[in-house]
């Protein structure tokens, strides 16, 4: 069912990953110089992620780190530029869970036979989100949703996020028919819920936090295997028996043919950030702590290789 030319390529990289990363040591990995290939636009959540770690790395690693925003064509442009630099350790790839959602629909030329990961820093949790208006609970959706099909409309970004990926995830283990309209931003995706022109919205708990506390917003689906601690309210995928428990990630790549030991260290190093007592009050603070967000280098290729199977069925189904 899957072209293999867009399968993940495992190689020697995979097997090197696969020991554990080194204690991080001060004199490991010091380059002058680095890049950071944002594959998002300013002031979204990828952004302000590579702009908070940016002091953090630079203090670690005694490196002056450049950021970029490469959004185009869904952060592709990013993904090309990090492959094919110099494979020194000294340009990162800094992206969501678009980069495997633009791959599996096709649109995403670069694979992990390019590009491998550091680390995954962040799991947000995707919500299937309603005007409380329209919408008290799920229950009350899925009547709609069952009765009226296709008139019932959600919203996301565009049509190879990683909310239309929930949006087809629901449709088939819930056995709907909804309608999904692309936006080409999460703002006006949200507006149109909020003026009720759609019935809901694919997004992460951490973007509605505003929308929530005013009253404006409500989550009633969670993508989760198991009811999130910080809002046991909330429904999920797995009580209701659909196999639907991703959302959106943000992590770190390199160019794959980077020096294994090179990659530890730098793996080493987000690690240690990301267990600082200043990183997880940033986590928490953004409510990016409700689901665990660490996996290292190997962990997390087998995670977006599983990801990419998936999502490669939804989109041949689709």
Do not use: C
């Amino acid at each position: 069912m899957h072209n293999t030319i867009r399968r993940l390529v495992i190689g020697p990289v995979m097997a090197t990953m696969a020991l554990t990363a080194p204690a991080w040591a001060e004199d490991s990995f010091q380059p002058p110089k680095m890049t950071a290939f944002v594959a998002a636009g300013a002031g979204g959540g990828t952004d302000n992620f590579v702009r908070t770690i940016q002091p953090m790395l630079e203090e670690r690693l005694k490196t002056n780190m450049t950021v970029i925003n490469l959004p185009a064509a869904s952060g592709v442009l990013a993904h090309q530029r990090t492959a094919n630099s110099e494979p020194d350790g000294t340009s990162l790839d800094f992206a969501s869970t678009t980069f495997i959602t633009s791959r599996a629909a096709g649109q995403n030329p670069v694979g992990l036979d390019q590009l491998t990961p550091v680390a995954r820093m962040q799991s947000d949790v995707m919500m299937l989100v309603v005007n409380p208006e329209k919408y008290d609970n799920l229950e009350e959706f899925m009547a709609n949703a069952r009765e009226n099909g296709q008139k019932v409309v959600i919203g996301g970004t565009h049509a190879a996020s990683v909310d239309r990926m929930a949006f087809l995830g629901l449709n088939k283990q819930a056995e709907l028919e909804l309608s999904y309209i692309p936006y080409d931003n999460e703002g006006s995706a949200s507006a149109s819920l909020l003026s009720g022109n759609v019935d809901g919205m694919m997004n992460e708990i951490s973007a509605i936090q505003g929308y929530m506390e005013a009253g404006r917003m409500k989550p009633i689906l969670a993508f989760s295997a198991e009811r999130l601690d910080a809002y046991p309210d909330i429904p999920t995928t797995a009580e209701n028996g659909w196999d639907l428990t991703f959302g959106n990630e943000r992590g770190v790549f390199i160019n794959a043919q980077t020096d294994p030991a090179t990659i530890s260290a730098i793996e080493a190093a987000f690690k240690d950030i990301f267990d600082s007592e200043e990183y997880q009050t940033y986590a928490k603070r953004s409510n990016l702590d409700v689901r665990a967000g660490w996996l290292g280098s190997a962990d997390y290729r087998q995670a977006l290789e599983k990801d990419l199977a998936f999502f490669e069925e939804l989109m041949a189904d689709n």
